[in-house]
């Protein structure tokens, strides 16, 4: 199937998405969550978080 099929493809056809995340140390459905959380979900910064050098003057033990 190429990708302008998957695109025309009817509302029948599609499978719903599950999206999870973490909330509370625990992972939970976005479909559970009540309306201030969504919202609270909605509100968030998604980031990359990227690799640090050391550049604090310690030298590495050998």
């Known amino acids: ?3 302008l099929e998957i695109l025309n493809v009817s509302e029948q ?10 909330v509370m140390g625990y992972f939970r459905p ?3 969550f009540n309306t201030g959380k969504k919202s609270e979900f909605n509100d968030r910064k998604w980031f990359l ?3 640090t ?3 604090c ?3 590495k033990a050998a």
């Open 1 to 3: 199937m190429t990708d």
């Open 13 to 22: 056809e599609r499978q719903p998405v599950e999206c999870w995340t973490r």
């Open 30 to 32: 976005y479909s559970q």
């Open 49 to 51: 978080e990227s690799k």
């Open 53 to 55: 050098s050391c550049e």
């Open 57 to 59: 003057g310690m030298e």
